[in-house]
T-cell receptor
Framework: DTGVSQNPRHKITKRGQNVTFRCDPI?????LYWYRQTLGQGPEFLTY????????KSRLLSDRFSAERPKGSFSTLEIQRTEQGDSAMYLC???????????FGNGTRLTVT | TQLLEQSPQFLSIQEGENLTVYCNSS?????LQWYRQEPGEGPVLLVT?????EVKKLKRLTFQFGDARKDSSLHITAAQPGDTGLYLC????????????FGTGTRLKVLA
């Protein structure tokens, strides 16, 4: 069990640029989650997958956000035309079958200047 | 919109004191989890409660799920500096969905 891996750890980008983050879950986990967290707040749900199927995407997300999990393994989260309000920590988590805890990565911190 | 409100938002106490953190909602959750998060890291699971009225203990931490499964509490006895961190509750939105909504968080600082 190597844990959930997220890359990059930090990303600084200029407003209007596109960014893509990668999450590698624990290998046997079938569910994968993306959350966004601002300083001192609880994580905000963005979307989640069961295997390669995206089950739900938060209505809070604009169409600039898209996530994929093409082979049911790693996942990518893309933000197009970034805005300063997108600055946050983006957390990925995975879990196994049934009542299985969420195992989080250490996140990707995005700063939009 | 946060459906799970935690209180207090911030708490600073001396080592050895007791404290309680609350997690409240107007919605019923089929299960609820508590996590602790340290700076620069992802949250780490402390406990899962499933049954209304359930009480679980983890060393000096006691967790309770409300009878109606709308609220939960975390009680820490004789807090230590190592307990410092952001405490988060997370509820399963609907049974069998495994979609977890997190609370607003309680930042605890224990002073030596």
């Amino acid at each position: 069990d190597t844990g959930v891996s997220q890359n990059p750890r930090h990303k600084i980008t200029k407003r209007g640029q596109n960014v893509t983050f990668r999450c590698d879950p624990i290998s046997e986990h079938n569910r994968l989650y993306w959350y966004r967290q601002t300083l001192g707040q609880g994580p905000e749900f963005l979307t989640y997958f069961q295997n390669e199927a995206q089950l739900e995407k938060s209505r809070l997300l604009s169409d600039r956000f898209s996530a994929e999990r093409p082979k049911g393994s790693f996942s990518t989260l893309e933000i197009q035309r970034t805005e300063q309000g997108d600055s946050a920590m983006y957390l990925c988590a995975s879990s196994g079958w049934g009542f299985s805890p969420l195992h989080f990565g250490n996140g990707t911190r995005l700063t939009v200047t | 919109t946060q459906l799970l409100e935690q209180s207090p938002q911030f708490l600073s106490i001396q080592e050895g004191e007791n404290l309680t953190v609350y997690c409240n909602s107007s919605s019923v959750f089929s299960s609820l989890q508590w996590y602790r998060q340290e700076p620069g890291e992802g949250p780490v699971l402390l406990v899962t409660v499933v049954t209304g009225g359930e009480v679980k203990k983890l060393k000096r931490l006691t967790f309770q799920f409300g009878d109606a499964r709308k609220d939960s509490s975390l009680h820490i006895t004789a807090a230590q500096p190592g307990d410092t961190g952001l405490y988060l509750c997370a509820g399963e939105w609907a049974s069998g969905t495994y979609k977890y909504i997190f609370g607003t968080g309680t930042r605890l600082k224990v002073l030596a």
